[in-house]
């Protein structure tokens, strides 16, 4: 496993400062959630990390520089991300979903046939992600929560080493919501995780080690019961009631 590490990590637009001066280490099979209010740059920070906005300072991931690499390149070095939206193809099945994303080689007139053999990799996220009962199914009649397992099964035929979730539990029951927290917590064997969320019940659930960003700059950073205890967060994100 690969962890992550960022130094004075910087991103700005046309003056003003998103992200200003970010240092964050993420440990190999870590489950990181990054927390704070609506602008505080966790979003952005995720941007700069797959290439979607430009930066300054160092990202780097194992021995490689994300800085300055298109996002092909950051996604061939094993980091993927999800979304807010689901980006799953809705008129095919979640067989075939899994199958583009896995890069098998079939054309696009092929993926209307129904395949004789699938893949190894395939197999086993379907099984990962719980839907090998539904690989033929339509993605688009699939529950909101279905299509975000989903879509991190299509990250996982990919071979993906740093998976970078933006607020995956938006929207799911809380039974989706505990299924999901399982399946990060089984990913995580093999791969480090980033979750950036506003569900603060899910965090202290699942959360391993938690940041918290305020105006673009780490406010907090430990446990769930640190930062649950800080003062700082306690005012600033959360309210001087505290996160109890």
Known sequence: MTGLEIRGLRVSFDGFVAVDGVDLTVAPGDIRFL???????????????????????SVRFGDHELL????????????????????????????????????????????????????????????TIGLAGRQDALA??????????????????????????????????????????????????ARTVVVIEHDMDFMRSFARTVTVLHAGRVLSEGTVAQVQADPRVQEVYLGTGGVA
């Open 35 to 57: 927390i704070g209010p609506n602008g505080a740059g966790k979003t952005t920070l995720v941007d700069a990390v797959t290439g979607l906005v430009k930066a300054t300072g």
């Open 140 to 189: 688009g009649t699939l529950a909101h929560g279905h299509k975000q397992w989903l879509e991190i099964g299509m990250l996982l035929v990919q071979n993906v080493d740093l998976l970078l979730l933006d607020e995956p539990v938006a929207g799911m029951s809380h039974e989706e919501r505990d299924a999901t927290g399982a399946l990060l917590a089984a990913i995580s064997a």
């Open 68 to 127: 300055g690499r298109p996002v092909h390149r950051i996604a061939r070095l094993g980091v993927g991300r999800t979304f807010q939206t689901s980006s799953v193809f809705e008129g095919l099945t979640v067989l075939q979903n899994l199958d583009i994303a896995a890069g098998a080689g079939r054309g696009a007139w092929t993926m209307a046939r129904r395949r004789r053999t699938v893949p190894v990799a395939v197999s086993e996220a379907l099984e």
